[in-house]
């Protein structure tokens, strides 16, 4: 498994006027995720997903989207759908057979990553101003 993009910069802007509303999001699809995947019969593969540590008043979530090339090949599993990341591995896609994505650029899952403030309890700290960085795990593991 190769995950095939350098750092990405995801950042939500402040407001220009006040008491105008935090709404902005920022999202990002560069990232291709390649696998290769040689499973015998009824063996099937997961991947997973962590980030390195908790968010304040924010959120970052990971989809895995299909491969937007021809060259995968196999049996690239099921998505899990939008998955709101946190320190704990969460399953992104299941059921992976045998299978390869390719080696080119634009090969592989693509990976959209979404940056976005959350829902907030009163006197919660949203601290957009700060750069934060931020480590996202794929693992890729036997489901069964």
Not at 125 to 131: A, F, G, H, L, T
Request: proline share 1%; with cysteine.
């Amino acid at each position: 498994m190769a995950v095939a993009t350098g750092d990405i910069e995801l950042q939500i802007k402040g407001v220009t006027e006040a008491g105008a509303a935090l709404t902005n999001t920022s999202e990002n699809s560069d990232t291709r995720l390649r696998i290769t995947s040689l499973a015998e019969i009824g063996i099937v593969r997961l991947v997973s997903v962590k980030m390195s540590r908790a968010l304040s008043g924010t959120e970052l979530t990971v989809q895995a989207l299909p491969p937007s090339t021809t060259h995968f090949t196999g049996d690239g599993g099921s998505y899990a759908g939008v998955v709101t990341l946190s320190t704990q591995d969460q399953v992104l896609i299941n059921n992976i057979g045998t299978c390869w994505s390719g080696t080119d650029q634009n090969d592989g899952y693509t990976i959209k990553y979404t940056y976005k403030i959350k829902t907030i309890a009163q006197g919660e700290i949203v601290n957009i101003d700060q750069q934060t960085l931020e480590t996202v795990t794929f693992t890729i593991s036997d489901a069964n």
